[in-house]
């Protein structure tokens, strides 16, 4: 879900990663992500899609896909737009690892809030060590979710998904816990912050507004709720793990 500020130049100008061995390129390293997340969402991968992503322009889009396909890392499915090969998905896997413990390690360590975090984790993603990141996971009890609930791939490569809705999705009676916030938008984190609204909580639908308008929820547990209209960007925002 999201538009990366100052990640144009960045895609532009980077060929090096960090000293690890066998790390590809800075700009490689964010089309495969941007792919990735694109797919987790539902979206087709389009060239204009990931232009859009990553703040670049349609033809960059395009060169870079086209080496991505030469290195085996995507393929053109048709009626489906790019997909990521297995090794694509390795790889994007290995960037979210690092990007995910960056941010939950910057969080639990260092004070920072979880609209803050997301700028730093994108550049340092690209230049910490494989050994700093082990080292990180273990200082942090190799957490499965990072601050706004992403899962965090494993070592290997896999990771643990949990069965979730959107909000946008639920209908009224339906009450669930809030798992996960997928806009890194720092205004819209900072609205939930404000307003009570974070990972863990309990969230029930109160009504649906006709044509497009809010979805009304209690947040919280009787009698402590709190009742809250939220628009459909927020709405689509996060995802509720049903009860």
Same mark, same amino acid.
Do not use: C, F
């Given at each position: 879900m999201e538009s990366q500020p100052g990640r144009a130049d960045r895609v532009a100008r980077s060929e090096t990663s960090s000293d690890s061995p066998n790390r590809r390129s800075s700009a490689i390293e964010d089309y495969v992500r941007?792919? $990735?997340?694109?797919?987790?969402?539902?979206?087709?991968?389009?060239?204009?899609?990931?232009?859009?992503?990553?703040?670049?322009?349609?033809?960059?889009?395009?060169?870079?896909?086209?080496?991505?396909?030469?290195?085996? *890392?995507?393929?053109?499915?048709? $009626?489906?737009?790019?997909?990521?090969?297995?090794?694509?998905?390795? *790889?994007?896997?290995?960037?979210?690892?690092?990007?995910? *413990?960056?941010?939950? $390690?910057?969080?639990?360590?260092?004070? $920072?809030?979880?609209?803050?975090?997301?700028?730093?984790?994108?550049?340092?993603?690209?230049?910490?060590?494989?050994?700093?990141?082990?080292?990180?996971?273990?200082?942090?009890?190799?957490?499965?979710?990072?601050?706004?609930?992403?899962?965090?791939?494993?070592?290997?490569?896999?990771?643990?998904? *949990?069965?979730t809705r959107l909000l946008d999705e639920l209908q009224p009676g339906a009450v669930g816990e809030i798992v996960r916030v997928w806009d890194t938008d720092p205004e819209l984190l900072r609205y939930l912050s404000e307003h009570a609204i974070s990972l863990g909580e309990r969230i029930e639908v109160v009504e649906r507004q006709p044509f497009g308008g809010p979805v009304v929820v209690r947040v919280g547990a009787p009698p402590d709720s709190a009742t809250h209209a939220l628009g459909r960007e927020i709405a689509q925002a996060l995802s509720v793990a049903m009860r």
């Open positions: 941007a792919i $990735y997340g694109l797919a987790e969402r539902g979206e087709e991968v389009t060239n204009t899609s990931l232009a859009t992503r990553l703040a670049v322009s349609p033809s960059s889009a395009s060169g870079m896909v086209t080496k991505l396909s030469q290195q085996g *890392l995507v393929a053109h499915v048709p $009626y489906r737009g790019i997909e990521l090969t297995g090794e694509g998905r390795l *790889l994007a896997r290995s960037v979210l690892r690092r990007h995910r *413990l960056i941010e939950s $390690y910057l969080v639990s360590e260092l004070g $920072y809030t979880w609209d803050e975090v997301h700028p730093e984790a994108d550049l340092l993603e690209h230049v910490v060590s494989d050994l700093l990141i082990e080292r990180i996971a273990a200082k942090l009890g190799n957490p499965v979710r990072d601050p706004h609930g992403d899962p965090i791939p494993a070592a290997d490569g896999s990771i643990e998904e *949990l069965p």
